[in-house]
């Protein structure tokens, strides 16, 4: 069943590296952990066991910054992501929930609509009128969920709620547990429950959380990769594994296509070129590492279903200049500044500019 899944969550995706994790894992768990810390790091940020089996490295970013906020899961405190757009914060939030308690699926998704029941509870209209108020009638959260059976449950975009909604969090963090004053009860969570929220602060419609919410959360920010080197492995794990799922065949010459898109995305984000010596424009687009990763997986489509096989840069024009151009207006003229001057002075660069000079 999980073969035909497009997407599997984390738990069933690296079941295997997971079981065996458990099995070789002899250091101390906290309460309702299926690893100890240390091994929630090492599935992170990959490792070989005991035995001699490679763990991939689900994140490559700071080390430290993974073991403080697996430290922090450890504690009474939730754990807020931090971090631009295309940071990989969900991908870690899911693979943090996926170690710890075996389940990656008590999710909320924050939006401008979301309601106070979906971090609380709801109610089964149907049977609250039929039966009045009862526990078949009440529908738990995700978050309610996890306070049962105590296991992690993750918030995506916090900032994206409504205030009122995210003070609803205040309660269950600082009390662990959820009043049901209409029963007349509460749901106290077992040990092992915990939140992990994530959030950016550089999208429209972002409402900051009130001080005393903020003060329940452990803050960990997550940096865009720090060097080109660091960003192309990534890129390049992610497009092979995404690769794998939609059953694309291998791809030529792929690794050079993706240092270049790389390299076109931090330069335009930093404001310089790679070198120092141009400053540039930057465009009104975060230009993450996330965003990287889709155009060289639509090129990876186009070579397949429209090439001979091979990445070239016809297949990564199109999606640079889409990703580029936001704005129609400013991010055009910011991107054909940057085609003229930096992408048409580098001979070995002549195919790519060809390419983009005609989807531009």
């Known amino acids: 069943m999980t073969e035909a899944v497009l997407r599997p969550h984390a738990e069933h995706?690296?079941?295997d590296e997971l079981a065996l994790l458990a099995e070789q894992d002899d250091r101390p768990r906290p309460p309702g952990w299926r690893l100890s810390p240390r091994?929630?790091?090492?599935?992170?940020?990959?490792?070989?066991?005991?035995?001699?089996?490679?763990?991939?490295?689900?994140?490559?970013?700071?080390?430290?910054?993974i073991e403080v906020a697996v430290a922090t899961l450890a504690t009474d405190r939730a754990l807020l992501l931090l971090g631009?757009?295309?940071?990989?914060?969900?991908?870690?939030?899911?693979?943090?929930?996926?170690?710890?308690?075996?389940?990656?699926?008590?999710?909320?998704?924050?939006?401008a609509g979301t309601a106070e029941e979906a971090i609380r509870y709801g109610w089964n209209y149907a049977r609250l009128l039929a039966e009045g108020p009862s526990d078949q009638a009440l529908v738990p959260s995700p978050v309610m969920r996890a306070m049962r059976s105590g296991a992690v449950a993750r918030i995506e975009e916090l900032?994206?709620?409504?205030?009122?909604?995210?003070?609803?969090?205040i309660t269950i963090l600082s009390e662990?547990?959820?009043?049901?004053?209409?029963?007349?009860?509460e749901v106290q969570a077992r040990k092992g429950f915990t939140v992990i929220a994530t959030a950016n602060d550089r999208d429209r419609g972002v409402n900051d959380l009130s001080s005393a919410l903020r003060r329940r959360f452990n803050t960990v920010v997550l940096p865009l990769p720090a060097t080109t080197e660091e960003e192309v492995d990534i890129v390049a794990r992610r497009v092979a594994q995404i690769g794998t799922?939609?059953?694309?065949?291998?791809?030529i010459a792929?690794?050079?296509?993706?240092?270049?898109?790389?390299?076109v995305f931090r330069e335009l984000r930093s404001g310089r070129t790679a070198d120092g010596r141009t400053r540039l424009k930057s465009p009104s687009g975060t230009l993450s590492t996330a965003e990287a990763i889709s155009v060289i997986t639509s090129g990876r489509v186009l070579a397949t279903h429209f090439g001979d096989g091979v990445l070239r840069p016809a297949d990564v024009a199109g999606g640079i200049v889409g990703t580029v151009v936001q704005d129609p207006v400013a991010d055009r003229v910011v991107w054909q500044e940057y085609l003229e001057t930096v992408v048409r002075e580098r001979p070995e660069w002549s195919d790519f500019y060809r390419a983009c000079r005609e989807v531009s």
């Open 159 to 169: 900032t994206r709620m409504p205030s009122d909604v995210q003070d609803s969090l």
């Open 254 to 263: 792929g690794l050079e296509e993706i240092r270049r898109v790389v390299t």
């Open 84 to 111: 631009v757009p295309g940071t990989a914060k969900t991908w870690v939030s899911e693979h943090l929930a996926a170690a710890v308690s075996g389940d990656s699926t008590l999710l909320v998704q924050g939006t």
């Open 245 to 251: 799922s939609l059953e694309l065949p291998e791809t």
């Open 13 to 15: 995706q690296f079941a």
């Open 176 to 185: 662990k547990a959820l009043p049901v004053p209409e029963l007349g009860t």
């Open 39 to 65: 091994a929630v790091t090492v599935y992170l940020l990959g490792g070989t066991l005991p035995d001699g089996t490679v763990v991939t490295p689900k994140y490559v970013g700071p080390r430290r910054l």
